[in-house]
Nanobody, 115 residues
Framework: QVQLVESGGGLVQPGGSLRLSCAAS????????MAWYRQAPGKNRELVAQ???????WSPPPMKGRFTISRDNAKTQLFLDMNDLSPEDTAVYYC?????????WGQGTQVTVSS
């Protein structure tokens, strides 16, 4: 069973930055795609950024420019660098991985943007 464990969430002031990490229980080369999603209170879960196995990256237009997805192949980790954060970015952020046959989610990490 694939396990994904997020870390790096916390409280940050508006305009600040944060890096989230997702540690996978197996090689990230096993995954067809990995991604970061987020879910704010009372809202649907939404895609923040995704990366395919051949390192093609994509983010929805509202996320482009402030959110950057990357990975560390040697350490089986996925990252999300977030910049110029605003209170609207407050949400639980989830790591997602798809093998092409099965989909897996992490437990989420809370990000709160507040002064």
């Amino acid at each position: 069973q694939v396990q994904l464990v997020e870390s790096g969430g916390g409280l940050v002031q508006p305009g600040g930055s944060l890096r989230l990490s997702c540690a996978a229980s197996e090689s990230i080369f096993n995954f067809y795609v990995m991604a970061w999603y987020r879910q704010a209170p009372g809202k649907n879960r939404e895609l923040v950024a995704q990366m395919s196995s051949d390192e093609n990256k994509w983010s929805p237009p509202p996320m482009k420019g402030r959110f950057t997805i990357s990975r560390d192949n040697a350490k089986t980790q996925l990252f999300l660098d977030m910049n110029d954060l605003s209170p609207e970015d407050t949400a639980v952020y989830y790591c997602y991985a798809n093998t092409g046959r099965t989909a897996h989610w992490g437990q989420g990490t809370q990000v709160t943007v507040s002064s």
